[in-house]
């Protein structure tokens, strides 16, 4: 899961394609520790965030995987069984006055 910050900076994306499709979404950010009793820790190094350097861990990579919700569910039955029980739900975002959902939740019972 992944919580947005306002210590969070220089985010990056990478992205990875095969065929001319992308196939993963790689994010690499720092978090910045001023004030805090990590400030100090070894693996804390100085990087710049706007006009100031600031004492930040990197965060490790977090990877992503698109996928349509079609070829997700695809995948699903493949693992779980064509016979198995699944429902697709749309997730909103609380504070979007956009009907399209942000995410699609897939709810599958192994039969």
């Known amino acids: ?64 995987y698109p996928f349509t919700v079609a070829g997700f569910t695809a995948s699903l039955k493949k693992v779980f069984g064509e016979e198995a029980q699944h429902r697709v739900l749309p997730d909103f975002k609380d504070d979007s006055d956009d009907s399209e959902p942000q995410l699609w939740v897939h709810v599958i019972i192994k039969s």
């Open 1 to 64: 899961m992944y919580y947005q910050t306002d210590r969070e900076f220089n985010l990056n994306e990478e992205f990875v394609e095969e065929e001319g499709r992308v196939v993963q979404t790689i994010f690499k950010s720092y978090l910045d520790v001023s004030g805090t009793d990590l400030e100090n820790d070894s693996d804390v190094t100085m990087q710049k965030r706007g006009e100031v350097m600031v004492p930040a861990l990197e965060i490790k990579p977090i990877s992503f």
